[in-house]
């Protein structure tokens, strides 16, 4: 008899993992994948698994929060803040734009040597400071 075997009619597997083969020889034989569950890649850890009493380094509280009450390192005072080339450069043109007859070629020449910008940059500069402060 050479009839196909149902899953129906075919023997259960063990607790191996291990198909079981059919008597009859003429059959094919349908394998079974078993998927990795947790308890197989290693131990659950519950609440019966002993913890170490061994102190840590640690500085978190007993909730697993950071312990703000414990600092290990003092913190180091803020320096100020250098001005940005754009400060600087808004603080040349406010200047110079008081006085009488300055050109904006002179007021790009201040940007480039006392702000220290290219001389494509402080006529970029130039226009942006005009378009915001006019």
């Known amino acids: 008899m050479n009839a ?20 009859n020889a003429a059959t094919t034989v349908q394998t079974t994948t078993a998927s990795a569950s947790p308890s197989v890649t290693g131990p659950i850890k ?22 703000t009450g414990v600092s290990t390192t003092p913190k180091a005072e803020k320096k100020p803040k250098a001005p940005t080339k ?16 300055m050109t904006r070629k002179q007021i790009v020449e201040q940007f480039v040597a006392e702000a220290k910008l290219s001389a494509a940059g ?3 500069y130039y226009q942006l400071i005009k378009a915001k402060l006019d």
């Not at 196909?4 to 008597?23: C, D, F, G, H």
């Not at 808004?90 to 007859?101: D, F, H, N």
């Open 86 to 101: 754009m400060e600087i450069a808004s603080a040349i043109y406010v200047r110079m734009s008081k006085q009488k007859e």
């Open 46 to 67: 519950n609440a019966a698994t002993p913890i170490s009493s061994t102190p840590t380094a640690d500085t978190t509280g007993s909730e697993g929060k950071p312990d």
């Open 4 to 23: 196909k075997i149902t899953s129906t009619e075919l023997p259960k597997t063990t607790n191996s993992q291990q198909p079981a083969m059919p008597s």
């Open 122 to 124: 402080a006529s970029t």
